[in-house]
């Protein structure tokens, strides 16, 4: 049902009422259907019946869920609130559990982008509109404040929340939010791919006191020893040398027995405190903080004769339905190439100059800005170029010549590692001649040489 505008018909027909005497509250309970959308979004909103503090808040998911369910309603439904969940659509009717990811699959296996698009920022959105619409008729007025609770994959549906519809909530508390996914997530199956393809896994015990040690080392550096790093300039500028490990016997109550710390079992360690690098030894982005458990992104489980990697289900799921497509991928074969060609996206873009609608100038600030916030040129150029287009308009047009095969030098940059130097772009004059061009990767700019000025050749990228 489209609520934007048929709100009061989805009152009618799909608002049902329990309440409980528990915590003397009136639970409502609501099915949302989306034109086309073949889904079933549910959700549970709870109204305080004798101390409502006139007040909503709107709950967020963890993982790969949109909502954690009426678990995150009891203390704020206690507290006064007028509170909400939703599973977004994600648990297909109940179905499955939303955190696996097992539902961003349809059956023909391909991806489901109506529930992504859900998961995004639609669910959320849906969800406060129609919670107040309910609060109003139930109290009899509306909420005076609205807000917003989530971490992880809840605090990044507080920063699309706020970007998307920022008349949602009077405040948002997104508390670690899981942004930068496209980095993030390939990122956290880094530990295990380490343990795959160097067919060295540590037992636990060796991480935990690898853990111990470094916090050891990195806490006092705050000018305070107490078991906390208080300096965020430590995560990136305390460094421990794994070697120093070497040869320490450890006990592992799982196994019950002393492992010992050996150096095939240090470099594994190295690899994944550093973080994810490619070929060339360009990292990729962060390994597991200083002082950090490994228990989620490194975690390794005791079989009852040996040591295997448990890799983290967010990640797990993220990649086996969402990136790979294919639900019976096991993760135990993928190798570092496997890893890097899924994780190293690219990014081909130009701009025109004569852009009347978006101005090219926004477009270069942008990517000035991710230069800066992830390691300057070089960095950035390994995976995003931007070229710019004189005289081209909005998309296509202008006076400039037109490009000839942006979208085929994309695919030969992926799948044969040729970044494009130069985009070729061409135009034909009503006089029957042609106007040639090689674009250049910004930041150069196209500077003529000599020679003549309707030909590519004449002009070089400086």
Request: with cysteine; proline share 7%.
């Amino acid at each position: 049902m489209d609520i934007e505008h048929s709100r009061a018909s989805l009152l009618e027909d799909y608002v049902s009422s329990v309440c409980s005497q528990t915590l003397d509250f009136c639970n409502v309970s609501l099915t949302l259907l989306h034109p086309g959308g073949n889904d079933s979004a549910y959700i549970a909103l709870w109204l305080p019946l004798s101390s409502w503090n006139g007040r909503y808040m709107a709950t967020g998911g963890g993982g790969l869920a949109a909502g954690l369910g009426e678990p995150a309603l009891h203390e704020p439904v206690a507290q006064g609130y007028a509170v909400s969940t939703t599973d977004g659509g994600l648990s297909l009717k109940h179905t499955v559990d939303p955190g696996d990811g097992i539902w961003a699959l349809k059956p023909d296996g391909s991806l489901n982008e109506p529930l992504i698009f859900k998961l995004a920022w639609r669910s959320v959105h849906d969800m406060a509109v129609v919670s107040r619409s309910i609060i109003a008729q139930f109290y009899g007025q509306h909420p005076t404040y609205s807000y917003f609770t989530g971490c992880s994959q809840g605090g990044r549906q507080g920063y699309a929340a706020a970007a998307k519809y920022p008349e949602d909530f009077d405040g948002i508390m997104a508390n670690a939010p899981a942004v930068s996914g496209v980095y993030y997530t390939p990122a956290a199956m880094w530990p295990p791919v380490v343990m795959y393809n160097d067919h060295v896994v540590p037992p636990y015990c060796v991480l935990e006191a690898y853990q111990k040690a470094i916090t050891a080392q990195c806490d006092p550096l705050d000018a305070a020893t107490d078991g906390l790093i208080s300096d965020y300039n430590l995560l990136e500028n305390c460094f421990f040398d794994t070697m120093a490990l070497v040869g320490m016997a450890v006990p592992c109550p799982v196994s019950s027995s002393n492992v010992t710390i050996t150096t095939s079992r240090t470099a594994v360690v190295s690899k994944i405190l550093d973080g994810p690098r490619g070929p060339d030894g360009k990292r990729l982005w962060y390994g597991v903080p200083p002082g950090a458990s490994f228990g989620f992104l490194a975690r390794t489980v005791y079989t009852g004769s040996t040591w295997i990697p448990q890799p983290f289900s967010v990640a797990e799921g993220n990649i086996k339905y969402m990136i790979l497509r294919n639900a019976s991928y096991d993760l135990s074969e993928m190798t570092y190439d496997d890893w890097l060609m899924r994780a190293g996206g690219k990014l081909l873009t130009w701009v025109g100059a004569a852009d009347d609608t978006i101005p090219p100038s926004g477009v270069l600030r942008y990517r000035d800005k991710v230069e800066q916030t992830l390691g300057g040129f070089k960095a950035v150029d390994d995976f995003y170029r931007l070229f710019f287009a004189p005289g081209v308009g909005h998309c296509h047009g202008g006076s400039g010549p037109q490009v000839v095969d942006d979208f085929g030098a994309l695919v030969d940059w992926v799948e044969n590692k040729r970044p494009p130097n130069v985009l070729f772009a061409r135009r034909v004059n009503p006089d029957g001649t042609e106007t040639t061009r090689n674009w250049c990767r910004y930041p150069k700019q196209m500077v003529y040489v000599g020679g003549v000025v309707n030909l590519a050749d004449s002009f070089a990228c400086r």
